[in-house]
């Protein structure tokens, strides 16, 4: 039955199959938006990366409790943080209750001599002391002295008074019912820190599981409403947005596809075995994907979805165009292919570009596009012709041919029109010349705005920081980067006195480099020099030095004091800032200073640049978190262009190869041209800012434009185009449409900018293909 | 007794007494009369005098300043003297500025401080019912020159103020004494000052 050569193909073919779906079956599936970032950052962008991966901001989950009364919702917000801080997922539940007042306050009073920056040798001298001890007497005559008076014997140098003012940063949230509250008064607030990172989506989704029990144990019946949002939320939402989408849209597109086939074919075998090419060109995509890039990201798969109806074209052409029996195939072959063949090419030229980027996503879109078509062209030229049975017929479309024949012979009559149609779209894209790119980092996001409202809503109210500027300084050790930080916050303090900063936060404050703790032991004199010199600095204070006793045996205490360590924090508050604020990542620590602007007042960039860089310090680095992320943007969307651009000259220099005729490859360019820039003018028109995938999209309607644009060319090299191959090439279009189309509606919006990109585009390509194709008379 | 004795009673009684205004406000005189009076003021500003005996300290400390008071619970107490240091509360927040210091605390993690803050607080606006969760109140003296006494019914309040005296002539409050459980006191002196 089946030649020798048919067999070899169609067991080499189930073989690749098999290979791919073995390789399929072991990949990692992501939806970690990170892809879509570079790939070989700098230092800066780095830090931006980590930041987004699992920086303190990372594992933030900010709960809101909106309706019912006040009390109602201080109560619920008490009773979900005690069932939640005994879960071991969470590092610290915060809804301003004081459980760690006691632990924080005994761990500052017991350490205040290794942990204030005002201890010095002179600050223990006569003079310093003097000083000290005449603040501590002026502090008891204000209203605070009540709350200090129990202290001045322990502490009349008023260490601690110090160390609370360091700390005492921070705006907080309000307490209402002894819970905190919004501005407003309308919601309680929550501030949640998980252990895991912000990308472990599974991690972040169980958190969120775990709050909503905890926010329903607390009160079943209450009327009372739980909103959560954080960076953590958002990936399990996007993960959520994308799964959903991805499948649903899959599922719409086959169906839609099939439906439109099976009406054109009116044939089960004929759509069945026309899917084929299709799956093994999926299979492939992903298989090549997951090789190259040890993972596959949700948004590819569904990209993959869209590319079906790019696919099944090839079958298409094949079924449609060949004529009704066996041999014919071979003689589609010869009189075909070598056109598909060129088409495939200008498309893989097309998406080649994309290989090159430094941005894995797109890099896996690109080859996923190359596998994929490459597959499914293969498949149909080598192994679909061997699979047809030898009745296979498909419904008679000759006589859509003819008629489609009819109006292409006509379409020249368009050109003057097409033409003023594209002047008006350039001029569109002149005069939107200055909005047509969105850029904007936030455009990729699939969050929604109301998402985001929420988000920025629950920020303000709980002044959970925003961690736009950092100082991040990094080092071999622990010790080297607690060290460089303190000289970090040395300046930053000075900028704070100068009133450029509100203030700042440091690990050092928390926990002191050994070598800063052991300066200030060193700094405490001896019991007897120590009683001498509080001897002649009470004169002329009304107090007698008799009373400071318990001062004297603290300070000796302390000259012997084991040096605090990161365990030493343990149970505190304080706890929760130094690993947020302390990283290690392999042998190499990260310091994290973040910065608070003055209200009103923008942070002055340069003026902190330039008091740091009076510090020498390599390591140090200042941060503007926003600018870095839209310049790493503004770089993806400009590297974009240039690889785009470069896919149109790879397919413009590949024509001129293969055809040798300049004004045969303009003939196949203008069509391609004159769709991209017909949508273009469209979506801006429709409000619509570009951003890179719709960039992609416009590769896309050259890619496969480019393939109609072959067909009329090739047509018109030796005679008028055959009624069935424009038909083929009709319904290649609806499918590419449909496809396509369907993303037009998804809510993802780098789904969505393909979508309408590519939907209209090609459709505009098949049209200008036709209008523009060399007539009889030309 | 019924309603219309008492009256009858304290007309005969001022009759057979013979110094009428004098007695007709004494009898008269009771916490509710004065909580009225010192509800009708709104808005204050005075000049204040405070000294502080502190055991610890061989001599008293003084200092001096001014406060503002708006019905009915913002309080800023703005001292000048030794220091300059404001201390405003409004409902539960309590912002203490000294020097480049800014202090924002919530009273209620201060019971101490609250229920001392408290108790002014509810002196000026004549909030008894107020003043009553907190502490016995005794009233002395008429109605041109009384003095209200505050005990602290709390146990660990106890612990750290013994009593309070406010003084004061007609609806004004004159001075303020705080006498603390460890012997530790202090006296404030209020003069008022036209409204700003």
């Known amino acids: 039955m089946k030649t020798l050569p048919g067999r070899i193909a169609i067991t080499l073919w189930l073989g690749f199959l098999l290979a791919c779906a073995v390789i399929i079956s072991r990949t990692h599936f992501t939806t970690d938006l990170s892809a879509f970032l570079p790939r070989s950052p700098t230092a800066e962008q780095q830090l931006l990366l980590e930041q987004i991966r699992d920086g303190l901001a990372s594992r933030l989950i900010l709960v809101g409790i909106e309706g019912s009364d006040a009390a109602t919702r201080a109560d619920l917000s008490k009773k979900m943080a005690q069932r939640l801080r005994a879960d071991p997922a969470f590092v610290s539940v915060n809804n301003g209750e004081p459980v760690n007042a006691e632990r924080d306050r005994a761990y500052l009073f017991n350490h205040r001599y290794l942990l204030s920056p005002a201890v010095t040798p002179a600050h223990f001298g006569v003079a310093g002391l003097h000083a000290a001890l005449g603040d501590s007497i002026d502090l008891l005559a204000s209203p605070a002295g009540l709350l200090v008076k129990s202290m001045l014997p322990r502490d009349p140098t008023g260490e601690m008074v110090q160390l609370l003012g360091q700390l005492n940063g921070g705006a907080q949230p309000e307490l209402i019912d002894g819970a905190w509250a919004s501005g407003d008064g309308a919601r309680a607030l929550l501030l949640i820190q998980t252990r895991a990172a912000g990308t472990d989506i599974d991690a972040q989704q169980r958190a969120m599981a775990a709050i909503r029990l905890a926010f329903r144990a607390a009160g079943e019946y209450s009327t009372a409403r739980l909103e959560m949002t954080g960076p953590g939320v958002f990936s399990v939402q996007s993960r959520d947005t994308i799964k959903s989408q991805v499948s649903r849209l899959s599922i719409i597109s086959v169906l839609l596809i099939a439906t439109l086939l099976l009406l054109v074919y009116r044939s089960f ?184 409202a929420l988000d920025a809503k629950l920020r303000a109210d709980s002044g959970a920081p925003d961690v736009r500027y950092l100082v991040v300084v990094s080092g071999a050790t622990q010790e080297a980067v607690l060290r460089d930080s303190e000289r970090v916050a040395h300046v930053l303090q000075s900028l704070v006195d100068q009133g450029e900063l509100a203030g700042f936060e440091s690990p050092s404050r928390y926990l002191p480099s050994q070598a800063s703790q052991r300066a200030r032991q060193a700094s405490l004199p001896d019991a007897a020099t120590l009683q001498t010199h509080l001897a002649q600095a009470v004169q002329g204070l009304p107090v007698k030095a008799a009373l400071f006793a318990p001062f004297l045996a603290d300070v000796g205490a302390a000259r012997t004091q084991a040096l605090l360590q990161r365990k030493d924090l343990d149970q505190t508050s304080m706890a929760m800032a130094v690993d947020a604020l302390l990283i290690q990542q392999a042998d190499h620590w990260s310091a994290l200073l973040p910065l608070t602007a003055r209200p009103g007042v923008a942070i002055n960039a340069p003026a902190i640049r330039a008091a740091l860089a009076q510090l020498h310090l390599q390591n140090a680095l200042f941060v503007d978190m926003k600018a870095e992320s839209d310049r790493l943007y503004s770089g993806y969307l400009n590297e974009a262009i240039l690889l785009s651009l470069g896919g149109v000259a790879t397919i413009i220099g590949l024509l001129l190869v293969v055809f040798r005729s300049p004004v045969r490859v303009a003939r196949i360019i203008v069509p391609l041209a004159a769709a991209v820039i017909t949508v273009t003018a469209g979506l801006a028109l429709f409000g619509q800012q570009l951003m890179i995938l719709h960039l992609i999209g416009l590769l896309l309607v050259v890619a496969v434009g480019s393939n109609y644009a072959l067909f009329f060319d090739r047509s018109a090299a030796d005679a008028a185009i055959a009624p069935r191959t424009l038909a083929s090439m009709l319904f290649a279009n609806l499918t590419t449409v449909a496809g396509f189309g369907l993303l037009a509606f998804s809510n993802v919006s780098i789904l969505q900018a393909m979508g309408v990109t590519v939907a209209p585009g090609v459709i505009l390509a098949l049209i200008y293909a036709a209008i523009f194709a060399r007539t009889d008379h030309d | 007794m019924p309603r219309f004795i008492r009256p009858l009673l304290i007309a005969l009684s001022l009759i057979l007494s013979g110094a009428l205004p004098v007695i007709s406000h004494a009898a008269d005189w009771d916490i509710d009369r004065l909580m009225q009076g010192l509800a009708q003021t709104r808005t204050g500003h005075a000049r204040f005098v405070e000294t502080k005996k502190i055991a610890m300290l061989d001599q008293p400390i003084e200092s001096s300043g001014e406060l503002f008071y708006t019905a009915p619970d913002t309080l800023e107490k703005r001292t000048l003297k030794p220091k300059p240091e404001t201390m405003r509360v409004e409902g539960d927040k309590l912002v203490i500025e000294r020097g480049r210091q800014k202090y924002r605390l919530q009273l209620q993690d201060y019971p101490e401080l609250a229920a001392f803050i408290d108790s002014i607080r509810g002196t000026l606006a004549g909030n008894r019912k107020a003043l009553e969760q907190a502490y016995q109140l005794s009233l002395e003296g008429s109605a041109s020159a009384w003095t209200l006494q505050l005990v602290p019914l709390n146990a660990k309040m106890k612990q750290i103020v013994a009593r309070i005296r406010i003084s004061g002539v007609r609806d004004e409050v004159r001075s303020i004494d705080v006498d603390q459980a460890d012997g530790d006191s202090s006296q404030m002196r209020i003069e008022k000052l036209s409204p700003p």
Do not use: M
């Open chain 1, 269 to 452: 075998t004929a759509l069945l075995l026309g899917f084929l090419p299709v799956i093994s060109g999926a299979l492939a995509g992903i298989a090549a994907v997951s090789l190259g890039f040890g993972s596959v990201h949700g948004i590819t798969l569904g990209f993959g979805t869209a590319l079906i109806g790019e696919a099944v074209d090839y079958s298409i052409y094949l079924f449609v165009q060949s004529e009704q029996n066996a041999t014919d195939k071979q003689a589609w072959i010869k009189r075909f292919w070598p056109t598909i063949r060129l088409g495939v090419l200008t498309s893989i030229a097309g998406f080649a570009a994309l290989l090159l980027s430094g941005f894995p996503g797109l890099a896996q879109l690109g080859l996923y596009a190359i596998a994929g078509l490459i597959t499914a062209a293969a498949v149909t030229r080598y192994v679909l012709p061997h699979l047809l049975p030898r009745t296979f017929r498909i419904h008679d479309v000759s006589a859509i041919g003819r008629t489609l024949s009819q109006l292409v012979q006509r379409a020249a009559l368009l050109r003057w029109p097409a033409i003023a149609v594209l002047l008006l779209a350039l001029l569109v894209l002149f005069q939107h010349r200055d909005s047509i790119w969105n850029d904007k980092i936030s455009a990729l996001s699939p969050v929604s705005k109301t998402d985001l």
